[in-house]
Each structure stands twice: as C-alpha cells, then as structure tokens.
C-alpha cells in the first residue's frame, strides 16, 4: 500500500544494508501541495545530470526521478508564490541515503559541465513575479482594428 501515505514512508528502488532514517516531513517536502490540480513531467534534459539537494541547510547528491507542477488554486496560480516539487532519491546523505524528497527550485542544484556554465553561490537573476497578459495594455485593447486583424483584415 502507498496511497495516502507521507513521502516520508517512501525510499528509492535501492538495495540497502539497512533502512535509511526516517526523515521529518519538512525536510523531505518543506512546502505542502498547493493544488489538487497538478501535473507529472520529466525534465529529460537535466535527468541524467547531476542534481544536489539542501535538506536542513547541508547539500546532498540526489537521483531525479520528476517534477510535479500545480495549477488551478490562487496559491499555484501566482507567479510570486508558484512552487514545483522535484521528487528525487537522496544519495550518500549519511544516514537519510535512500530517502525520497520533494523540493521546490529554490532548494536543488542541477549541473552538467557539457552543458551549463557553473559558479559559485547563487545565480545573478531573479525569478519573474508577474503576470503577463495581451490584455493588460489599453493603448491595444482599445484599438479593435488591431485587436481584430486577422487573416480577411484589409
């Protein structure tokens, strides 16, 4: 059984010489699901890269497995507080090895040297936190001729 279970019960598809230590929840998924509407996808690119983990401040290497995405709730919806969780087995994390975490993009690292230029510390860009829409300029909206060119427009 493993439906309505807490990831915390989960551990990787990994021969082990003993269980890994229980993690506590907010370390394994710091933030809860924002949505009951969400959607499963893989980052192919970056699968096969290495991924680093921050559980509790330490980083650890990790296996990715997917992404969920949320959507359709005022929480999911806003660009300011839009999470994704990455599920991923811990790997060499001392005694949590084996563990399956899901952490928002604010606590993974994902490199490959033939493909991203690493550095140190954070990245030097910010995530957009707004909301763009083609209605949100008057100077269009207002002007039906150009909101209404289409393919029979003289």
Known sequence: ??????????????P??????????????????????????TLDRATPCPWMAKIDGEMYPAKYMFTVDYTNNEIADDPAQHKQSHVM?????GPYT?????????????????????????PDFRPSQHVHYSKSDLDYTL???????????E
């Open 1 to 14: 059984m493993w439906a309505r279970m807490p990831i915390t019960a989960l551990v990787g598809d990994t």
């Open 16 to 41: 082990f010489e003993e269980w890994p230590e229980p993690m506590p929840v907010w370390a394994a998924q710091p933030w809860d699901c924002s949505s009951r509407d969400h959607a499963v996808y």
């Open 89 to 93: 087995e811990l790997l060499d994390a």
């Open 98 to 122: 084996g563990n399956i975490v899901a952490l928002p993009n604010n606590r993974v690292r994902v490199t490959h040297p033939a493909w991203f230029e690493t550095g140190e510390g954070a």
């Open 143 to 153: 002007d039906v001729n150009q909101v209404f060119d289409n393919l029979y427009a």
